[in-house]
């Protein structure tokens, strides 16, 4: 009998949940304390070179455009909202405004990096220009390269949506993708933190 | 019967699906797919370099290196897993497309060929990761001969300068990317879900692509003989800025740590996931293996701490490659920063390297002793304690590296702190065996040979950790007589140790006890013989990392090289007793504290969670009314009427005498099935018959936890 009940089952036994906890909620969590650490070990390459070595911030002929990433800061901001817009939305069954809400989010990655690239090319220096151009490159980078695996991440996520995967019972694809946009943006306030404005 | 049964939203075939005839075969995700997709991604990668290059202006628009770097070293390996299938779901589900499903896990592998395909079920990636490691760990024994050939000798023998170096850094990388770690990682991949009482791990396809990663980086690291230059050589640490001004074969460790790194984050993210939310009804934290609690501790660990080292690779790459100032004094870098944040990685990798070899060791000379683990609550918490001051500890690597001299004193007190916890492990395993009834078969030879060769590790560690005396034996053969008894005979040790007592587990037959026995035994002897002299010469000061000495130490040097031999020969002994023999006792031979004996050891995995329980309360909660009536529970969700009908009665501490694991687990026949008595319920073999179970009972009951005789007693007479 037990062995009928196995057959009918296909696929592996249903686990049982021992955490109140999503496991993909909690997998994302974990991957981003892994990504936290990530920034750390190029926060410690900041340190040393701006507290320990006294590189002077910004080297003298070099000076960063603090306004307009100030504006870029603003945009990437804004599109952490809308995207808990889109949550919210897929929440209470409003579909519409989850497709609105991950486009605008889309678009509003779309545009911080495009005016991060147009900056590199305008800023006036080299990562190969000193200890300065390193780390303002290598943060300001690698956190770019978060914004992009953020945007194919959303536009993952919105392709789905126009699809209508995702449903008020299943926004999980929603909810782990925000996760990682918040972190993204969290994460560029303490780069223009460190790196811009102090 | 089975076609009536709705199917469900994500349906799951059984068995793996074939290959269709005719060229769509080339679509199929396999090898055959993995031949045209490697040379397309490599050739996007050169675009992609060439197109960058001529946008910026930069000449000359080919150039060799990037090339090599992005297109070999970060495209291709990419194509190598979009081809064999790694991402074949994923990628479907990102762009909505009806998921495929896959052969997932509880299918395993029918054949030997699924072994080579993206498998997703825990036991085969288990098995991949245990077969790929023992290949590179061959590979890199091989390296080992090759130095030691080299040093057998005062003077040059066989290889000049740049060779020698670049051998003990393909060797020691080796070891540690693609051995130590990912050994571990595979034992803990088949075992800890059984353990838990868990299907399989959280994310089976992650885990699938977090196994596929390490064949790319080991490669890699072999592939860097290959290049002009040969392989790197500035050692497994890659010390910059001695390893920015290397030849190419940098680049390749540089990316080989990467592709390893990013393989154990994945998988240690996946432990702390199962571990988390995929526990058996009952399984309470406090309840678990011990080996579960070292594999969740070393989780913690690699996922905090590998980054660093994926940024300090990282920063040699770009200093390498973009000509950045990390660590160039000229433009205003801080070349001791790579050390800082290379051992703030590298410092708990000796713990990740170490930590689930703690755990297989109180596993195996638990069950071999027939005794609950000594101080279970203090040996979980120890790895804690480690796992916090494993990460306070990382500039007592580089006491003489001219780093502020205010750090040296605190890194000591706390490098010294780690002894505490430690301690606590290694008196925890000796009053463990204290009256146990040990078995000495060959897991347990190597889990004590473990427990008193990483006591010599230990105390060389203290010594090493006393500022005065590393300043006298720094990059001395001190050092490698250390690390080598930390790591061959503490990790290495306890590999073996899991690898021969879950052998039965997962093979479904027995290894050659004999030549198991004999492998230990010489391997103990060559390892001593050939690691302890280097303490002696290592005291009187022959540096490590050169490839020629001063002749006062050639004779320990023949002595050493002559015993690494040996030593080398006798892993022949190892993949001999590999050789299977068939054993009707099969799995069941094994006794186990922790896996019931019942669960199935290859194709379908089955759900043990109650069976699971009434283990673990054995040998974690003597004091057992709760857990008992938690598994009580776990019983009557699964409906199993027999079970409570046959319960003993309220506040009885032991379990039930027919083996509730068969039952639970819906092994037809299980009792008759070997003809003779039985196992116990708890997994223990029968052969010495009910009274020595009831012997172990008393000693539960009375000695180790409070003292309750009247009951004890009575339970025995009734």
């Given at each position: 009998m037990a062995v009928h009940a196995e057959a009918a089952h296909h696929g592996p036994p249903v686990a049982h949940q021992s955490s109140r906890v999503n496991a993909s909620v909690l997998g994302m969590f974990l991957f981003i304390a892994s990504e936290v650490m990530l920034f750390g070990s190029f926060f410690t390459a900041y340190f040393f070179v701006r507290?320990?070595?006294?590189?002077?911030?910004?080297?003298?002929?070099?000076?960063?455009?603090?306004?307009?990433?100030?504006?870029?800061?603003?945009?990437?901001?804004?599109?952490?909202?809308?995207?808990?817009?889109?949550?919210?939305?897929?929440?209470?069954?409003?579909?519409?405004?989850?497709?609105?809400?991950?486009?605008?989010?889309?678009?509003?990655?779309?545009?911080?990096?495009?005016?991060?690239?147009?900056?590199y090319s305008r800023v006036g220096f080299a990562p190969h220009d000193g200890a300065f151009g390193t780390i303002f490159y290598c943060l300001t980078g690698l956190h770019g390269a978060h914004v992009f695996v953020g945007l194919s991440i959303l536009l993952f996520m919105t392709i789905r949506a126009f699809r209508g995967h995702f449903s008020p019972e299943n926004h999980h694809g929603v909810e782990i993708g925000g996760i990682y946009w918040h972190f993204v943006d969290v994460m560029w306030i303490v780069v223009y933190t460190t790196v811009y404005i102090i | 019967m089975t076609a009536t049964v709705a199917s469900h939203e994500t349906h799951v075939e059984h068995g793996p699906r074939r290959p269709p005839a005719g060229w769509r075969r080339l679509l199929f995700p396999g090898f055959l797919r993995t031949a045209w997709m490697v040379p397309l991604f490599f050739g996007i990668g050169c675009g992609i370099v060439v197109l960058c290059r001529w946008w910026g202006g930069w000449h000359p628009i080919w150039f060799g290196e990037i090339i090599v770097l992005v297109a070999a070293l970060i495209a291709a390996p990419v194509g190598f897993l979009a081809g064999i299938g790694a991402f074949d779901y994923w990628a479907r589900y990102a762009i909505g497309a009806p998921t495929v499903p896959e052969d997932h896990s509880g299918h395993g592998a029918y054949s030997w060929r699924d072994y080579f395909r993206v498998n997703t079920d825990h036991k085969v990636i288990g098995m991949q990761y245990l077969a790929t490691t023992i290949f590179f760990f061959l590979a890199a024994g091989m390296l080992a001969m090759l130095v030691r050939a080299e040093l057998a000798k005062p003077g040059m023998q066989f290889f000049n300068n740049q060779t020698y170096n670049g051998l003990f850094s393909v060797h020691a990388s080796l070891m540690i990317f693609l051995f130590v770690i990912p050994a571990f990682a595979g034992l803990a991949n088949f075992v800890v879900p059984l353990m838990l009482g868990a299907p399989d791990m959280a994310f089976p396809r992650l885990n699938a692509l977090s196994y596929w990663l390490l064949p790319i980086a080991g490669t890699m690291m072999l592939c860097s003989f290959l290049v002009p230059g040969g392989a790197f050589a500035a050692g497994w640490t890659g010390y910059a800025p001695l390893s920015v001004h290397q030849p190419m074969g940098t680049i390749f460790f540089n990316m080989g740590v990467q592709w390893a790194g990013a393989s154990s984050i994945m998988t240690a993210l996946n432990f702390l996931v199962t571990i988390i939310t995929m526990r058996a009804p009952g399984m309470t934290f406090w309840r678990m293996p011990l080996l579960v609690w070292a594999n969740f501790t070393t989780s913690l660990l690699v996922v905090i701490a590998t980054p660093f080292i994926a940024g300090s690779q990282f920063f040699v790459m770009f200093d390498r490659v973009m000509h950045t100032s990390f660590f160039e004094t000229a433009g205003g870098g801080y070349p001791l920063g790579y050390q800082h944040i290379f051992w703030f990685y590298s410092h708990p990798a000796v713990y990740i390297m170490m930590l689930p070899g703690f755990g297989i060791a109180s596993e195996v000379i638990?069950?071999?002793?027939?005794?609950?683990?000594?101080?279970?609550?203090?040996?979980?918490?120890?790895?804690?304690?480690?796992?916090?001051?494993?990460?306070?500890?990382?500039?007592?690597?580089?006491?003489?590296?001219?780093?502020?001299?205010?750090?040296?004193?605190?890194?000591?007190?706390?490098?010294?702190?780690?002894?505490?916890?430690?301690?606590?492990?290694?008196?925890s395993w000796l009053a463990t065996l204290w009256e146990g009834k040990i078995a000495f078969n060959t897991p347990m030879l190597w889990a004590v040979g473990f427990v008193?060769?990483?006591?010599?590790?230990?105390?060389?560690?203290?010594?090493?950790?006393?500022?005065?005396?590393d300043i006298h034996v720094s990059d001395t053969y001190f050092i490698v007589a250390h690390i080598h008894y930390v790591?061959?005979?503490?990790?290495?040790?306890?590999?073996?140790?899991?690898?021969?007592?879950?052998?039965p587990k997962m093979t479904g037959r027995m290894y050659n006890e004999r030549l198991g026995k004999l492998h230990f035994w010489l391997t103990f002897i060559g390892f001593n013989a050939t690691f302890f002299p280097m303490h002696l010469i290592g005291v009187q000061g022959m540096p490590r990392r050169v490839s020629d000495y001063d002749p006062v130490f050639a004779n320990w040097n023949l002595f050493i090289s002559v015993a690494s031999f040996f030593l080398g020969a006798s892993t022949i002994v190892f993949l001999r007793s590999r050789r299977r023999r068939r054993s009707s006792t099969s799995t069941r031979s094994r006794r186990s504290s922790a896996i019931p004996t019942s669960t199935a050891s290859r194709g379908r995995s089955t759900r043990c969670s109650a069976a699971v329980l009434a283990n673990r309360c054995r040998w974690t909660d003597a004091r057992s009314r709760r857990c008992q009536r938690d598994r009580h529970r776990a019983e009557a969700d699964r409906g199993d009427r027999a079970a409570q009908g046959r319960r003993r009665p309220a506040g009885h501490r032991y379990l039930p005498r027919q083996p509730a694991a068969a039952r639970l687990c819906g092994v037809p026949g299980h009792a008759s099935r070997s003809g003779g008595p039985a196992p116990g319920p708890d997994g223990f073999d029968t052969a010495r018959g009910r009274n020595s179970r009831r012997r172990l009972r008393g000693r539960i009951g009375s000695r180790h936890r409070r003292p309750r005789r009247g009951r004890t007693a009575g339970a025995a007479g009734r």
């Open positions: 507290v320990v070595n006294h590189v002077q911030w910004p080297t003298p002929p070099f000076h960063l455009p603090i306004f307009v990433a100030g504006i870029n800061t603003a945009i990437l901001v804004t599109s952490s909202f809308t995207m808990h817009w889109s949550l919210q939305s897929i929440k209470r069954g409003n579909r519409a405004g989850l497709q609105a809400g991950l486009l605008l989010t889309f678009l509003m990655g779309l545009v911080f990096l495009l005016t991060q690239a147009r900056e | 638990s069950v071999m002793s027939r005794k609950p683990i000594f101080g279970y609550r203090l040996m979980a918490l120890s790895l804690l304690a480690i796992l916090v001051l494993g990460f306070s500890v990382w500039a007592h690597h580089m006491f003489v590296s001219g780093m502020a001299p205010w750090l040296r004193v605190p890194m000591m007190v706390t490098t010294l702190l780690i002894a505490v916890p430690t301690g606590i492990k290694v008196f008193s060769m990483f006591v010599i590790g230990g105390l060389s560690g203290i010594y090493l950790g006393a500022v005065p005396i790591l061959f005979g503490g990790s290495l040790f306890t590999i073996f140790a899991g690898i021969y007592y879950w052998f």
